[in-house]
């Protein structure tokens, strides 16, 4: 019996100490256990080695405390400094730059984006530049410098498209998308999300195809086109169970949600709205929470469940607070005093509807900051927008005066060239018949000379036949004398 109960004892004991053991092993997560892993390895390993382990660990935890991937990334570029290893100085410069934008710290950002396009430039590495000039884009997004921001994303662009990177493309172009869309201009945004979709579409990037229709839909919510926003989510969420990401999956259910809400389709909304604020209570995302209890909230108004539409409130309340989320403090007390005014509790409805109108005027007050950047934004890319016209057409102007200063030139050196050639022509006509003109006058010459000479020849042929002639007369005279003479002899006549 008393061995029974020891084994027992003992069996228990063993299954309580590996429970101790790995059980908080299994609770970490995987990101957190390769961050243990990384620090135990760090002090092990020589200096060089640490320089890269340490810009892991700057990305690891940059991921839940940007502050601390920062401080990794610091420590890193020291000891890169320090061996003088410019390639893993420009990594810890572009995690620095990267960090310090996402903690609003834009000064020490644009700095270390300074330093690291140096470097990426000095390398001459293009891939490198058309990256850092993407981060300089979402510093100044950040900094609400619109036409800065597409001014870099075009030259990441130009970059990207001359090396066909078309993942990275398709990220600047989505980027591109997303600040046409802060800046109102809705036709120039959807312009590049399309083209980032189709570069999606065309690599089988599934995340990226399920991200870029996620903001059409949003896009489509804006301009209240609810009924095709809701055929965009639902292709998005299709090609997201592929993935297997419950930020993304959050923000479709989220966006669904608000398009059901448009179309009075509350039940639906409510489904929706329910399954993103159960995924981002899993995830912890704090804002993403204040998000989807304020749309819940107004969903049970629109439903008439005003106890629920208060739950929902109070957690709009409690989540915007911790995230200092304006605008959900202001629908959080504005739905709490719609709420309570419906249940007929006036001073709870009075004290809720002064607290929304404060928020209201915070809320409002932070808007028209952005919409004064978003005019401001507009103004600095329709000047910009001008100047590049106004240069085209100077350079139009300019190429076509070249053009026709061009053509004058061709024109009078065609001229030059049929008058160099008249004058050839001439010249050689004029020395040829010159040429010709000598050999008659010669030929002329040797005839004349030839007949002087037949002539003489002629005349002393012509004088001998004479001469001889009258020598033969003279002979023909004498025969005739001595024969008559003959004659006369042989008669006795002498």
Not at 82 to 102: D, G, L, P, R, V
Not at 255 to 283: D, T, V
Not at 421 to 438: G, H, P
């Amino acid at each position: 019996m008393k061995n029974a109960v020891r084994n027992k004892f003992l069996k228990w004991l063993l299954v309580f100490l590996l429970l101790n053991i790995y059980v908080p092993a299994f609770s970490q997560t995987k990101a957190e256990r390769k961050i243990d892993s990384l620090l135990k390895v760090l002090p092990l390993v020589a200096d060089t080695q640490k320089i890269g382990i340490m810009l892991r660990l700057a990305s690891l935890t940059s991921k839940s405390n940007q502050e601390k991937g920062t401080e990794w990334a610091l420590k890193a570029l020291t000891l890169a400094r320090k061996h003088k290893n410019e390639t893993q100085m420009n990594s810890a410069y572009y995690k620095i730059a990267m960090y310090s934008k996402t903690s609003g710290n834009f000064e020490m950002a644009l700095k270390y984006a300074d330093s690291s396009l140096f470097l990426t430039k000095k390398d001459k590495d293009e891939k490198g530049i058309a990256q850092v000039y993407n981060c300089y884009g979402t510093i100044y997004v950040e900094m609400e410098n619109y036409p800065e921001a597409i001014k870099y994303y075009i030259e990441s662009v130009k970059i990207k498209e001359k090396l066909n990177e078309q993942e990275g493309l398709a990220n600047t172009y989505l980027n591109l998308s997303s600040v046409y869309n802060r800046i109102n201009l809705l036709d120039k945004s959807k312009e590049y999300l399309l083209k980032g979709l189709q570069l999606f579409e065309e690599n089988k990037n599934y995340y990226g195809m399920a991200g870029a229709r996620n903001t059409l839909g949003v896009l489509y919510n804006r301009e209240q086109n609810f009924k095709k926003a809701i055929e965009v989510f639902n292709e998005a969420l299709k090609i997201s169970d592929s993935v297997s990401d419950k930020n993304l999956e959050s923000a479709l259910t989220g966006n669904l949600s608000e398009s059901y809400f448009g179309l009075n389709n509350f039940k639906k909304a409510e489904e929706y709205g329910l399954l993103s604020y159960n995924l981002r209570k899993e995830l912890g995302d704090l804002s993403g929470i204040a998000y989807s209890a304020s749309e819940l909230s107004s969903v049970y108004l629109k439903m008439k469940n005003f106890e629920k539409a208060i739950s929902y409130a109070n957690e709009c309340l409690a989540y915007s607070e911790k995230s200092d989320y304006a605008e959900g403090r202001y629908i959080g007390h504005k739905n709490l005093a719609e709420a309570n005014e419906a249940l007929g509790n006036y001073k709870e409805a009075y004290a809720f509807l002064k607290l929304s109108i404060e928020d209201y005027e915070t809320f409002k007050l932070v808007e028209s900051q952005h919409a004064i950047a978003e005019v401001e934004g507009k103004y600095q890319l329709t000047k910009k927008e001008t100047e590049i016209q106004l240069g085209k057409e100077r350079m139009k102007s300019k190429d076509t005066e070249i053009k026709k200063q061009n053509q004058l030139k061709i024109f009078f050196g065609i001229g030059a060239v049929l008058f160099a050639l008249a004058a050839i022509f001439i010249l050689r006509s004029y020395f040829v018949k010159k040429k010709s003109n000598k050999i008659i006058l010669k030929r002329n010459a040797e005839v004349e000379m030839a007949k002087a000479i037949i002539e003489e020849k002629q005349k002393e042929i012509l004088d001998s036949i004479y001469y001889a002639r009258r020598i033969q007369r003279t002979l023909f005279a004498n025969e005739k004398y001595i024969e008559r003479n003959w004659i006369r002899l042989k008669q006795g006549k002498v």
